[in-house]
């Protein structure tokens, strides 16, 4: 299923031009953000923001890899619904139609009629993006597409992405705010186990161009299936004797701050903004632990840093479940799982990370976590 890691690239790149193109056009932008309702609301924001980037970018994604594995059709999932209400009230489906023309048209009704933000909407849509440097050549990866299912976040982090801050990145650091905070997260995962098994991070606003083309993106992926554990990010060096770092949400639990002060030090604890990026800081060794208390996370959120964090040697486990397991975490019986709705509740709440998180690289650096926090939730 090379061929399936290929083309999840190349349609994160595209997802990533949807992104770039929405944000370029100042008035195309300020036509796009409109209010969550409903059981669809992230409780964790009074206002919640849907672009028709995120609806948009979601439906590309669906369609080209429904149109190149058909079998996927009906497993592919993500946090957007594509109904989408224009100003004058009236729903639209927003899907991807079979020209740029017709996708266009469709698109002017979500606008109340505006037929230049559509086109270049379209255009980005419909255009091959540009070929992403993969070095998956030689690489096999065991699966059937009809053994898969697949979870889109189509932007993580709109919160940042609305807001667009522009932050120089500093090589080996860790930036808590700003656009490169925004994601698009494909994650794949076994449909009879839930384990997820491959993941791509696309980050559209990783760096300007310095020849002033505008923002360029950076792109992260990994597989792990079995004995085949491959990431496009190496494993960092073991900091030994460093000391432990711990990235949090700057709305993290008192408790929780305090026990892992505690444990790191103060100056160990860091805080930025999105789920992906926080569990990307871990993959890329910015810190060494990313620990969420509450369940303000999803599915979509998790599923394909998950994939990277396993390739290289972590994971992510379920931290209300951990707590409570007489067995140590590197049993790995508590990690987050794919497959599963929780039946007993509506809208996205059904796909929750209910009981928190802690995403790691390594299986000693949890225990001590656990440990720290054990009696304290
Ligand atoms: C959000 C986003 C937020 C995060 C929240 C996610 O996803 O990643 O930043 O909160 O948990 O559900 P925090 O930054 O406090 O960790 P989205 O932007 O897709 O709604
Ligand atoms: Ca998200
Ligand atoms: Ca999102």
Same mark, same amino acid.
């Given at each position: 299923m090379a061929d399936l890691l290929r083309l999840l690239l190349r349609v994160a790149e595209k997802a990533a031009n949807v992104a770039r193109v929405c944000r370029q056009e100042a008035p195309l932008f300020q036509l796009l953000v409109q209010e969550k309702t409903g059981d669809d609301k992230n409780k964790k924001f009074v206002q919640d923001f849907k672009t028709l980037a995120d609806v948009v970018i979601q439906e590309v994604i669906r369609h080209d890899v429904g149109a190149q594995f058909p079998e996927m059709a009906g497993f592919i999932h993500g946090e957007e619904s594509n109904k989408f209400e224009n100003g004058l009230g009236e729903s639209v489906t927003v899907t991807v139609c079979r020209t740029e023309e017709e996708t266009a048209a469709l698109l002017s009704t979500v606008l109340d009629g505006d037929h230049t933000a559509a086109s270049l909407l379209a255009r980005a849509i419909h255009q091959d993006p540009?070929?992403? @440097?993969? !070095?998956?050549?030689g690489l096999t990866v065991p699966l059937s597409p009809s053994e898969l299912g697949i979870w889109i976040? =189509?932007? @993580?982090?709109t919160s940042q992405y609305i807001e667009g801050r522009e932050e120089v990145l500093e090589e080996g650091h860790l930036s808590p705010s700003g656009l490169h905070c925004a994601l698009v997260l494909i994650g794949v995962y076994l449909r009879s186990t839930g384990e997820p098994v491959m993941g791509v991070i696309n980050q559209p606003f990783n760096h300007k161009d310095p020849a002033g083309g505008g923002w360029r993106g950076k792109h992260f992926w990994g597989v792990s299936c079995g004995s085949i554990n491959v990431c !496009?990010? !190496?494993? =960092?060096? @073991?900091?030994?004797?460093?000391g432990l770092s711990v990235v949090l949400s700057s709305s993290e639990k008192q408790v929780v701050k305090e026990a892992l002060t505690s444990l790191c030090g103060p100056d160990k604890l860091v805080y930025a903004s999105g789920a992906g990026y926080k569990i990307l800081c871990v993959i890329q060794g910015l810190a060494d632990a990313y620990v969420l208390s509450e369940g303000s996370t999803f599915k979509w959120d998790s599923c394909a840093p998950h994939a990277l964090l396993r390739a290289l040697g972590g994971g992510i486990v379920d931290l209300s479940k951990t707590l409570q397991s007489n067995v140590g975490p590197q049993d790995h019986m508590t990690e987050l799982t794919y497959h599963q709705p929780h039946t007993e509740c509506k809208g996205a709440d059904r796909w929750a990370n209910h009981g928190g998180l802690v995403a790691y690289r390594d299986c000693s650096q949890l225990c001590s976590i656990i440990g720290a926090l054990k009696g304290k939730l």
């Amino acid at each position: 299923m090379a061929d399936l890691l290929r083309l999840l690239l190349r349609v994160a790149e595209k997802a990533a031009n949807v992104a770039r193109v929405c944000r370029q056009e100042a008035p195309l932008f300020q036509l796009l953000v409109q209010e969550k309702t409903g059981d669809d609301k992230n409780k964790k924001f009074v206002q919640d923001f849907k672009t028709l980037a995120d609806v948009v970018i979601q439906e590309v994604i669906r369609h080209d890899v429904g149109a190149q594995f058909p079998e996927m059709a009906g497993f592919i999932h993500g946090e957007e619904s594509n109904k989408f209400e224009n100003g004058l009230g009236e729903s639209v489906t927003v899907t991807v139609c079979r020209t740029e023309e017709e996708t266009a048209a469709l698109l002017s009704t979500v606008l109340d009629g505006d037929h230049t933000a559509a086109s270049l909407l379209a255009r980005a849509i419909h255009q091959d993006p540009a070929t992403v @440097d993969t !070095s998956t050549d030689g690489l096999t990866v065991p699966l059937s597409p009809s053994e898969l299912g697949i979870w889109i976040d =189509p932007i @993580d982090a709109t919160s940042q992405y609305i807001e667009g801050r522009e932050e120089v990145l500093e090589e080996g650091h860790l930036s808590p705010s700003g656009l490169h905070c925004a994601l698009v997260l494909i994650g794949v995962y076994l449909r009879s186990t839930g384990e997820p098994v491959m993941g791509v991070i696309n980050q559209p606003f990783n760096h300007k161009d310095p020849a002033g083309g505008g923002w360029r993106g950076k792109h992260f992926w990994g597989v792990s299936c079995g004995s085949i554990n491959v990431c !496009s990010v !190496s494993r =960092p060096k @073991d900091g030994t004797g460093r000391g432990l770092s711990v990235v949090l949400s700057s709305s993290e639990k008192q408790v929780v701050k305090e026990a892992l002060t505690s444990l790191c030090g103060p100056d160990k604890l860091v805080y930025a903004s999105g789920a992906g990026y926080k569990i990307l800081c871990v993959i890329q060794g910015l810190a060494d632990a990313y620990v969420l208390s509450e369940g303000s996370t999803f599915k979509w959120d998790s599923c394909a840093p998950h994939a990277l964090l396993r390739a290289l040697g972590g994971g992510i486990v379920d931290l209300s479940k951990t707590l409570q397991s007489n067995v140590g975490p590197q049993d790995h019986m508590t990690e987050l799982t794919y497959h599963q709705p929780h039946t007993e509740c509506k809208g996205a709440d059904r796909w929750a990370n209910h009981g928190g998180l802690v995403a790691y690289r390594d299986c000693s650096q949890l225990c001590s976590i656990i440990g720290a926090l054990k009696g304290k939730l």
